[in-house]
Nanobody, 126 residues
């Protein structure tokens, strides 16, 4: 089972990026899936998730209204559409998956989520 994250890059403040997480090895339809990020010198933090059953979404406060997470059935994964990016959004973004887990629970589980992708760098310049 693998998760492959892609789509990071360098963007100016106010710009947009679209991150993709593709799953392989099994169907992730029974998994909650989400994104975490880690800025230099800081701990990894929760960003957004989508639940396995009712597809409810959950976001950390700092990205509400700017980021949108959705399922990508074609890639057996999720997409994170990021708008109005800010320098404080800079970091390595990791996708994660946890079987039979709600979006809010993924945030609470943190590093205990079942599977992790390799990370993709997002840099927002001011």
């Amino acid at each position: 089972v693998q998760l492959q994250a892609s789509g990071g890059g360098l963007v100016q403040a106010g710009g947009s990026l679209r991150l993709s997480c593709a799953g392989s090895g099994e169907s992730f339809s029974m998994y909650g899936m989400g994104w975490f990020r880690q800025a230099p010198g800081k701990e990894r933090e929760f960003v957004a998730a989508i639940g396995w059953a009712n597809e409810r979404t959950y976001y950390t406060d700092s990205v509400k209204g700017r980021f949108t997470i959705s399922r990508d059935n074609a890639k057996n994964g999720v997409i994170l559409q990021m708008e109005t990016l800010k320098p404080e959004d800079t970091g390595v973004y990791y996708c994660a998956a946890a079987r039979y887990t709600t979006a809010q629970a993924m945030g609470a589980r943190g590093a205990k989520n079942d599977y992790w992708g390799q990370g993709t760098q997002v840099t927002v310049s001011s």
